[in-house]
């Protein structure tokens, strides 16, 4: 038996014991803990590093310089950096209108998205370089990924001088896209009426959760099952279990 499996059926016995007649009143104390303690710290934090990002952009591409490229590659690397704490949280107002896939789309196994943002940035098409237009293309050309292959990518040092404003200002449209999905997924965080409560209120009149053991299974769910998700698909993709195995090595 898989430890995961074990745990799932320790929780089964468990929880039914633990939290009996005041269960929901266990479970709201749980979960508010959970979400003012962790959830909405992590979501303003990733929406103030977006903010950044997309200032920076916005910095490099009106006076491109070294320096503002720099500046504003630091600005992703903290962007992701935030992004890495709030991803396992894959409930919620992330899994609405396609939050989470536009944020991130991974795995790309076959470089779908590779393949987008280079004929973007071949055909220049204006629409993408338009913040409201590009939310509403491919997931896979509007996310961290793709503003990843604007800063790094074959190319991108140009963006340090005045011969390719195009691809700046492409890469100012991904990070003004990436700071619009952080602000809105923090507000629906913060809503009185929102998931949150919802999540923090469970009873036999909640469409989501009917009681405790349902409310507080989700949280288990979150640190377990997406971290596991983590490993297997972010890490286990390309780390091998010795430096000779890695892809790429």
Known sequence: ???????????SLVLPGALPA???????DVIQRAVDGFVRPAYVRLHDHADSLSNAMRTLCDAPSQDHLDAARAEFSGTVDAWSVVEIIRIGPITQDNRLERMLFWPDRKSIGLR???????????TAADPAQLAKKSVAMQGLGALEFVL?????????GKDDPYRCAYGEAIAGNIETIAAEVSDAWNKPD????????PGPQNPLYRDGTEAVTELVGVFINELEMVRDVRLKGFLGSSPEADKPK
């Open 1 to 11: 038996m898989s430890k995961r499996l074990a745990f799932v059926l320790a929780l």
């Open 22 to 28: 005041s269960a929901a009143v266990k479970a709201s």
């Open 194 to 201: 929102g998931f949150a409560a919802l999540w923090a209120n």
């Open 152 to 160: 790094y990518g074959d190319g991108a040092e140009r963006l340090a």
């Open 116 to 126: 987008q943002v280079q004929a973007v940035l071949a055909s220049k098409d204006r």
